[in-house]
């Protein structure tokens, strides 16, 4: 039996773009389906995965944010004249993000179009193994049939399971993306990410606490090389965000978090070294663990 299409594409981030432009660029027939279920605190986006949306494009801009921040209160030594102190504005710099972001959303959907790759804002399921249905946020159903399917849907991110909660209490990072105000974030761990975004929140002002339930970096210097010591690369890093101000709870790990009247998270966390149970109180609890 023919078939509607050679290829479809299940999920509109950077690999499921880059294989429906790809294909298409051979003479193949092809179509796109993208859907974004909501996250925990109702936040959704466009077209272009977790990179454009929520990942590296906002992460990459607030981080500038912070850098030019930074400029600004360099800038008296070099002959500037700069009020002080230096104001932020995180509602206008969350709107910038979004309004960059969206352009990025525009630009993938007029791609796909110049390359004649069919869009579908739908959920897909699989029917058989050569038939998707795609479901929209109303209900309406398609289905499409193709010789072949990838699926490319990427993650998302997961409750750490050994924390003890309440459902109210649960913040991802994709959250911050999309407006909340955030006064201190408390990643848990600290891979790439976590450091990325504890740097640029101290840069923009906010008080910044990172916990780490064992060393910075984890995984990224873990050869010696020459005389160099393990870790030393890494120890530099978290030295340097500590002497521009960001915090680090060393060998703790999360063990509740509680929100309370204030509206504030209390976090209990155990500390290893000293084998004690501490707590304290946040605006906002960030969560970088991975998926």
């Not at 389906?33 to 990179?51: F, I, N, R």
């Not at 959907?109 to 929209?136: C, E, I, W």
């Not at 064992?214 to 530099?236: N, T, W, Y």
Request: net charge positive; proline share 5%; charged share 20%.
């Amino acid at each position: 039996d023919k078939k509607d299409f050679d290829l479809v594409v299940i999920g509109g981030g950077s690999g499921g773009l880059a294989c429906a432009k790809e294909a298409a660029q051979f003479g193949r027939k092809v179509a796109v389906l993208d859907y974004v279920e909501p996250s925990p605190q109702g936040a959704k986006w466009g077209l272009g995965g977790t990179c454009v949306n929520v990942g590296c494009i906002p992460k990459k801009l607030m981080h500038q944010a912070a850098l030019l921040g930074s400029a600004l209160k360099d800038a008296p030594h070099y002959g500037w004249s700069v009020p002080h102190p230096v104001q932020h504005s995180w509602s206008g710099m969350a709107q910038a993000v979004q309004n960059y972001v969206k352009s990025l959303n525009w630009g993938h959907r007029v791609q796909l179009q110049d390359k004649k790759v069919k869009y579908f804002n739908m959920k897909g399921s699989f029917a058989d193994p050569h038939t998707v249905r795609g479901l929209t946020q109303a209900g309406k159903e398609t289905v499409v049939t193709a010789e072949n399917i990838v699926i490319a849907t990427g993650g998302r991110p997961k409750y750490p399971t050994q924390v003890s909660r309440n459902p109210t209490t649960l913040l991802y990072g994709i959250t911050l993306f999309y407006g909340i105000t955030v006064c201190i974030s408390l990643p848990d761990a600290s891979p790439d990410v976590s450091l990325e975004c504890a740097g640029f929140l101290t840069g923009i002002g906010l008080d910044t606490t990172v916990m780490m339930r064992s060393i910075p970096l984890r995984g990224f210097d873990q050869v010696k090389c020459s005389s160099l010591p393990q870790q030393q690369m890494a120890s530099l890093v978290t030295e340097h965000m500590e002497s521009y101000g960001t915090k680090f709870l060393k060998r703790c790990f999360p063990t509740k978090v509680e929100k309370l009247e204030s509206k504030k998270l209390q976090v209990s966390w155990r500390n290893t070294d000293l084998g004690t149970e501490e707590v304290d109180s946040f605006d906002t609890v960030m969560w970088a663990v991975g998926k």
